[in-house]
């Protein structure tokens, strides 16, 4: 199993923003920390403040912070959110060609898999995986 480019850029954001005492984050820091094409990152902050992760303040003293508390936050939230596809081989898809479907054994171990997956990402929250400020490389701002 594989998380997509998306997922993975959402769950950095989140640490991101979950290290930052909640002060606002842009979406430059977030390009210039990472390291990512700012469409990508417009993306990714567009699909987690529509799920309600991120709220968005937009104006010269706008940007990005958690739409609530970290510890409110499952990572398994985040990732079902972000993940288009779960069906994890062709009998699990729409418009199964597979031509053993009917008498497949696979299926229920994966779908066991899949639900033992979110199930371990469920046990923690945004606050358990987020850094420290100075382990993220952040530096309190100017008050």
Do not use: W
């Amino acid at each position: 199993m594989r998380l997509n480019d998306s997922t993975d850029i959402a769950l950095r954001i989140m640490i991101h923003a979950a290290s930052t005492g909640g002060h606002r984050i842009t979406i430059d820091q977030i390009v210039a920390h990472y390291h990512l094409p700012r469409s990508t990152v417009m993306k990714v902050v567009n699909a987690l403040t529509q799920g309600g992760f991120l709220s968005a303040q937009r104006g010269r003293s706008g940007g990005l912070t958690l739409a609530r508390d970290a510890g409110d936050i499952p990572v398994s939230a985040l990732v079902e959110h972000m993940e288009t596809d779960f069906a994890l081989a062709e009998c699990m898809r729409p418009g199964n060609a597979c031509t053993i479907t009917r008498h497949c054994r696979l299926i229920s171990p994966l779908e066991e898999a899949r639900r033992a997956f979110l199930a371990a990402l469920a046990r923690y929250s945004v606050a358990d995986i987020a850094l420290a400020p100075a382990e993220f490389g952040l530096t309190a701002p100017d008050t």
